[in-house]
């Protein structure tokens, strides 16, 4: 049974950081990618970032570009998403994902940020930024 489990939200101030983390298990060679996604109050579920397990190259979407870094540690099976100078905006709850059988070059396409590829869930952690 694969199972992905994240923490590490909270509420924080403005202009902090935050380190979420996605722990996983019951994986099979055939998972290739696991996505972060965030889903503000009132809207819809949307891919901030996504990683290649086996090559560790990773795609962050242009809106969090240069404050949002996603990396893996596989020998511990988890993800990780840091997040730096946090905004309001970045109110959301956030959820990691994992896929199947991509070729590298996925990465780099809007697929890898698409919550329709991802057959494996998470129940989310929850971010607040206020203050």
């Known amino acids: 049974q694969v199972t992905l489990v994240e923490t590490g939200g909270g509420l924080v101030q403005p202009g902090e950081s935050l380190n979420l983390s996605c722990a996983t298990s019951g994986f099979t060679r055939d998972y290739t990618h696991i996505a972060w996604f965030r889903q503000p109050p009132g809207q819809g579920r949307g891919g901030v970032s996504c990683i290649n397990l086996n090559t560790g190259d990773t795609s962050i979407d242009a809106s969090v570009k240069g404050r949002f870094t996603m990396s893996r540690d596989n020998a511990n099976k988890m993800a990780f998403l840091q997040i730096r100078n946090l905004r309001p905006e970045d109110t959301a709850w956030y959820y990691c994902?994992?896929?199947?059988?991509?070729?590298?070059?996925?990465?780099?396409?809007?697929?890898?940020?698409?919550?329709?590829?991802?057959?494996?869930w998470g129940r989310g952690t929850q971010v607040v930024v206020s203050g």
């Open positions: 994902a994992a896929t199947t059988n991509k070729p590298g070059h996925w990465t780099w396409s809007r697929q890898c940020h698409s919550r329709q590829e991802y057959e494996h």
